[in-house]
């Protein structure tokens, strides 16, 4: 039957109205843009310069000669506000097709209002403060014109030897995933065309974390199902939250560098993740790959990151030089150029920039006093409390205090590393907080200048000081320039004579000693640890460091904060991560003989056949997780849903907390799953679930997880996800040791 010809019609155009529609107008636009483009601009959008923060005078006009011709995509450092403006105006007025910067800025833990180091907030178990210390620096950065951070960094950390380690979110997969989420959510808000949303970027994609040693910028080796396990959950729980962009690590993982390295950037983030915004490269990390002697030459790392998937290149310059060469060679395909241009243009016309290029001025709220308050509150919550003997802290009413230690008003150091932003005239610090606090009861004699300090001079002022005193506030630790990138440390105790201080007060004084850490990463106490009687871990806290530790100190807070990362007895025990494999010859307390145990003359059968060291165990000296309070909670009553169950039913787990003691506080209550038998080997606990949870002195709460298939699920042999069958195990309780558990099976 023939079809009248108006008839066709209408329908044709029915159908292309309908398809049209149906079309995302973002990639309408980007279609539009890309028509127009020609293969310098297009190669111009790869480009991210680097300029420096303290530029002052004018704009060169190279740089704005470049802007204008449409050759730079993105501006990081960029601090000067008018630069920031002019900049835009220059490539949404006069470059050739009007297309926008991005400006970034490692925005890392805060812009103005400095929080906690990650790793400190990581402590706080509280991924919905998280977020919230992400939206604040975002909203202040942006004032700045700032809408790209280079953060969160996901890289798990076993090595606390490793400088970056104080940008982790720690050891645990399950959360950092959680922190991962948050993170993205804070920074980028709820609307990316909201002139206060800045970009996240996920980084350092990926294994960078897993350095050998520890040593910054080195060679990571994992194997693929470690890898899916343990380091991708929270790169992936980032693309799940929306993340904008990922950054390529500076390593190489299995001998190849990750900006080179197409099973990444490709196959897994691409392909089977869905990622669909841009990937940038880490400062000069394609052209590095020289170095790695992956690349012969600039040409050749263009050609290789490239085709491995980085879409733009910060701050070197192989893509700009040799680019448009490859493809006129016909080495490199036109259209891969087009899908990195596309990846670009996308997220900047997701970010509103083509009808808002321009930074809205919020500077009103930078330092504001509700960015103050929850910034107070982040540092309070990252507080560990990791040892208390005879109850010394909160301290007592009226006693007579020694304030000693190079940390006590260090108002820099205090706010970490990476805060770029962060002034320390703004800081608050701990010896001005305790003071206003306390009075004519605090005497305040500093003892060492700097964390590497060796002098004595001040030593008998400090023993004097402590003799006239109740009890000793020793803050130690090390300044922000030990921890953070190229700062690793091999040897990972108090720097400069702190440890020796702490002994000639203990020894000349017999005076109780709390120890109040301030560093970047966990100290190794094994040479002090018995001369002081309390020990609070506040990491560096930021801005308002000082009222919070105070707070702490006096009781008006009760400490939360819990490790994100097993800490070591000593180096040689290191690394040393909660989640291991048990072994064929798993240690045990019942079997372990230390050295001083060992006879003179015993054969080697008396020392047991375990995998420990003689001489530090095989226990950390702190757990994951662990935390004291001011109070105590106890569990009781576990009980799960079924005893078997297939892999289509939830098990239901529940349990009672008490607070049994006479103050109220926040239990970070955690679950635990153990899989006992598969068909490659197991850790022998995996975290699964957490909880903040708030108790009264003697109030009880009945408490219940979920745990279904994802949480049992793990990448096997083949890295397929998979359940298998078997006896698991359900774990309750408040650090990674708990012993209170339940049994089930899978079939």
Known sequence: MRIPLLLFLAASLSYCTSEQQSIDPIEQKVDELMSKMTLVEKIGQTAQRGTSSRVKGELSEDLKNAVR??????????????FVDELQR????????????????????????????????????NPALV?????????????????????????????????????????????????????????????????TSMIACAKHFVGYGAAEGGRDYNTAVIHESLLRNIYLPPFEKAVDAGVQTFMSGFNELNGVPVSGNQFLLDQVLRQEWGFDGFVVSDWNSVTEMIAHGYCVDEKDAAFKAAR??????????????????????????????DRMVRAILRVKLRMGLFDQPYRVDNEELILSESHLKKAKTAAAQSMVLLKNEKKLLPLKPKQKIAVIGPMANAPLDQLGT??????????????????????????????????????????????????????????????????????????????????????????????????????GRPIVLENIIGDVDAILMAWHLGT????????????????????????????????????????????????????????????????????????DGFEPLYPFGYG?????????????????????????????????????????????????????????????????????AKEKKTLEFTIDKSDLQFYNANNELVLESGLFSVFVGGDAQTTMKQDFWIE
Request: proline share 5%; glycine share 8%.
């Open 90 to 125: 220059i490539a949404v007025e006069e470059s050739p097709n009007g297309i926008p910067l991005i400006f970034a800025r490692d925005v890392i833990h805060g812009f103005k209002t400095i929080f906690p180091i990650p790793l400190g907030q990581a402590a706080t178990w």
């Open 418 to 519: 990476w805060i770029f932003d962060g002034d320390k005239d703004d800081s608050m610090t701990p010896i001005a907080s305790l003071q206003e606090r306390l009075g004519a009861n605090i005497q305040y004699v500093q003892g060492l200048t700097y964390s590497r300090d060796q002098s004595k001079a001040q030593f008998a002022r400090a023993i004097k000081a402590a003799q006239q005193s109740d009890l000793v506030l020793f803050f130690g630790g090390e300044e922000a320039i030990l921890s953070g990138e190229a700062h690793s440390r091999a040897h990972i105790n108090l720097p400069g004579a702190q440890e020796e201080l702490i002994k000639e007060i203990k020894k000349k004084t017999g005076k109780p000693i709390v120890l109040i850490i301030q560093a």
């Open 131 to 195: 977020e919230e210390g992400a939206r604040i620096a975002a909203v202040e950065a942006s004032t700045y014109g700032v809408r790209w951070t280079f953060a969160p960094m996901l890289d798990i950390a076993r090595d606390p030897r490793w400088g970056r380690i104080a940008e982790s979110p720690g050891e645990d997969p399950y959360l950092a995933s959680e922190l991962s989420a948050a993170y993205v959510r804070g920074f980028q808000g709820n609307n990316l065309t909201d002139p």
């Open 628 to 696: 004291l309070s001011y109070t105590r909670f106890e569990y009781a009553g576990l009980t799960i849903s079924a005893d078997t169950l297939n892999e289509r039913e939830e098990l239901k787990v529940n349990f009672e907390l008490s607070n049994t003691g006479e103050t109220d506080g926040v239990e970070v209550v955690q679950l635990y799953i153990r899989d006992y038998f598969g068909s490659i080997t197991r850790p022998i606990k995996e975290l699964k679930k957490f909880e903040r949870i708030s108790l009264k």
């Open 308 to 337: 491995a998937g980085v879409d733009m290149e910060m701050t070197s310059q192989s893509y700009d030089n040799y680019l448009q060469e490859l493809i006129d060679e016909g080495q490199l395909d036109i259209q891969q150029l």
């Open 544 to 615: 308002m460091a000082g009222p919070a530790i105070t707070e702490v100190l006096v009781g008006d807070i009760n400490p939360s904060g819990r490790l994100p990362i097993s800490w070591p007895k000593s180096v040689g025990q290191i690394p040393i991560y909660y989640n291991h494999k048990n072994t064929g010859r798993p240690a045990r307390a019942e079997s372990f003989v230390g050295i001083e145990d060992i006879p003179i003359g015993a054969w080697q059968s008396s020392l047991g056949n375990d995998s420990h060291y003689l001489d």
């Open 69 to 82: 011709e449409g050759r730079i995509g993105s501006l990081i450092n960029v601090m000067n506000k008018e």
